[in-house]
């Protein structure tokens, strides 16, 4: 999952991983697997030292998730 996928799933959270899923939501960002990118993006936007600690720490969580596996298991019906 690309990391503007990934954050926008992540809006419901009531952090700044959040916050700045739902600030990048309301606008269309380029897709990268770099974080400059998106570092650039907030520079052109001239936002907040807030709103980079916040995308650094999306950025981190991401790339931990990357590595996990997913978890798509339900119990067989029937059985609870």
Known sequence: MSFIMWLVTQRAR???V?????????REWPESEILLTYRVR???E???PLAYRALYLAWVEWEASRHLPVINWF???GTH
Not at 18 to 26: H, K, L, M
């Open 42 to 44: 907030l520079a052109l």
């Open 14 to 16: 009531f952090d700044l």
């Open 18 to 26: 959040g916050e700045v899923a739902t600030q990048i939501a309301r």
């Open 46 to 48: 001239d936002a907040s």
């Open 75 to 77: 119990p067989p019906k």
